[in-house]
């Protein structure tokens, strides 16, 4: 049974970073792409950033280009989602998610999630 398990989330001010980490067990963790999505209060929930299997591929949204970096190792079967300069505007709950469609960023194309981490950042 596939399971993710993500942590690293809190309250930032802006300006700062966290790390947020995205445990995977019950399947070839290589297997898979990650993404991580974010769903902000009031908001559809939108792709943030993705990493393919091998970890040779990355992908970002526009608004976290340049601040956020995503990265794998595959021998803890954990990906990372590294988020600095951190924005008001970046407060959300976080999620990763494993999925076959190479470097998809719509949220369908992921059929396993984890619960979600908060991040909030003050202004």
């Known amino acids: 049974q596939v399971r993710l398990v993500e942590s690293g989330g809190g309250l930032v001010q802006a300006g700062g970073s966290l790390r947020l980490s995205c445990a995977a067990s019950g399947y070839t963790f290589n297997d898979y792409t990650i993404g991580w999505f974010r769903q902000a209060p009031g908001k559809e929930r939108e792709f943030v950033a993705l990493i393919s299997g091998n970890g040779g591929s990355t992908a970002y949204a526009d608004s976290v280009k340049g601040r956020f970096t995503i990265s794998r190792d595959n021998a803890r079967n954990t990906v990372y989602l590294e988020m600095n300069s951190l924005k008001s505007e970046d407060t959300a709950v976080y999620y990763c998610?494993?999925?076959?469609?190479?470097?998809?960023?719509?949220?369908?194309?992921?059929?396993?999630w984890g619960q979600g981490t908060q991040v909030t950042v003050s202004s």
């Open positions: 998610a494993a999925g076959r469609m190479y470097r998809s960023r719509w949220s369908d194309d992921y059929p396993y």
